[in-house]
């Protein structure tokens, strides 16, 4: 009897081997290191150079493709994690991973400080990077309110100390820049467009431009026509350059804050498409330890002492809120009072 359970066991244990073997070798795991004009690895060979791994060290097994398998693969590994602690280590690593909720709020931690060391690094919240990834809202929030001498140094090439297919590329990137500023224009008119459903107003200025055809006198060939200028829009134009020349510094700086903050916000949302956020998201060395640890300590307590004493007049800090979060609306505070700062000084 006690023969026949063992070899239950085993066959229970070599069919989620197989399993979970034939799984990977199906998935987009990294299997071996391959030069661009390498042939693709058969289904075989990947899956031949997975059990190698695994019969050669779990640890390491889990620490390559553990990412890649199913949380119902992990019960592969029950046998040995409580006699080998990277095992456990691994699991415990890969269950969190698995546990979409827990997941969501790692991810959210690690751009958070992927985040901040970019902004430490300086280079890629740069005004002129931003300025690449989002121009039309860096142009209507920033740039239009700069001088020309502002623009000259934001822009300043260094042509002595530069080659000459730097300056190629410079002067590539810029049309590029320019191109899709163009496109984002577009796509925010066609947004407006589509938003606009008056169509009383549509047959209104029809009517009205018909109306302009029947009285225009006749005109000899050859002759121009005289170009009727909208008074209406001529005030606005008007008004909005009269309004760009007396914009004050302090209502600049809190435009360009918010564009800033935009960008950041951008990057934590994982719009900015040409960032490959796997680099963070899956990369546990963005982990705030100390952040992580305080997490699974108040759980644990909060296990063990169901029964809360809240201080008076104290405040308490939703679970759901953290670090990034309060970061975020510190942020959003400080443009709201900024604000605030220039209206009452109007």
């Known amino acids: 009897m006690e023969q026949n359970s063992i070899k239950t066991m085993t066959e229970v244990r070599n069919n989620l081997e197989d399993e979970l073997l034939n799984y990977l070798a199906e998935s987009d795991a990294n299997f071996k290191s391959q030069q661009k004009d390498d042939p693709e690895l058969t289904f075989e060979e990947k899956r031949t150079i997975a059990s190698n791994l695994l019969q050669r060290s779990h640890c390491l097994f889990l620490a ?4 890649y398998l199913l949380e119902e693969h992990l019960k592969y590994f029950d046998s040995a994690k409580d006699k080998n602690y990277e095992i456990s280590y691994h699991i415990n690593r890969l269950h969190r991973h698995f546990n979409n909720s827990i997941r969501q709020r790692d991810i959210k931690n690690r751009r958070y400080e992927a985040l901040k060391k970019l902004i430490k690094e300086g280079e890629y919240f740069s005004e002129c990077e931003m300025m690449k990834r ?22 300043n090439i260094d042509i002595k100390s530069t080659t000459f297919v730097h300056l190629l590329m410079e002067s590539i990137e810029r049309d590029w820049i320019k191109e899709r500023e163009k496109l984002q224009k577009e796509e925010e008119d066609d947004v407006l467009e589509e938003n606009d459903s008056d169509d009383d107003d549509t047959d209104e200025n029809y009517s009205l431009k018909q109306s302009n055809l029947k009285t225009e006198p006749n005109k000899s060939w050859g002759e121009l026509p005289e170009i009727q200028v909208n008074k209406e829009d001529e005030n606005k134009t008007k008004h909005i350059h009269k309004y760009i020349q007396k914009i004050s510094n302090k209502e600049k700086e809190i435009l360009k804050e918010e564009f800033v903050t935009h960008m950041y916000q951008s990057f934590l949302e994982g719009k900015d498409l040409e960032f490959d956020y796997s680099m963070v998201d899956n990369n546990e060395a963005y982990d705030n330890v100390d952040l992580r640890t305080q997490d ?4 644990y307590f909060d296990s063990e002492s169901p029964e809360t004493i809240i201080p008076e007049n104290s405040i308490v800090q939703s679970e759901s809120e953290d670090e990034l979060d309060i970061y975020m609306r510190s942020l959003k505070e400080q443009t709201s009072t900024n604000t605030h700062s220039v209206d009452n000084e109007t």
């Not at 390559?64 to 990412?67: A, D, E, L, W």
């Not at 989002?134 to 822009?155: A, I, M, S």
């Not at 699974?296 to 759980?299: A, F, L, N, P, V």
């Open 134 to 155: 989002n121009p039309l809202l860096y142009e209507q929030l920033v740039g239009q309110y700069l001088t020309k001498k502002q623009k000259e140094t934001r822009d």
């Open 64 to 67: 390559k493709f553990g990412h």
């Open 296 to 299: 699974e300590e108040e759980k």
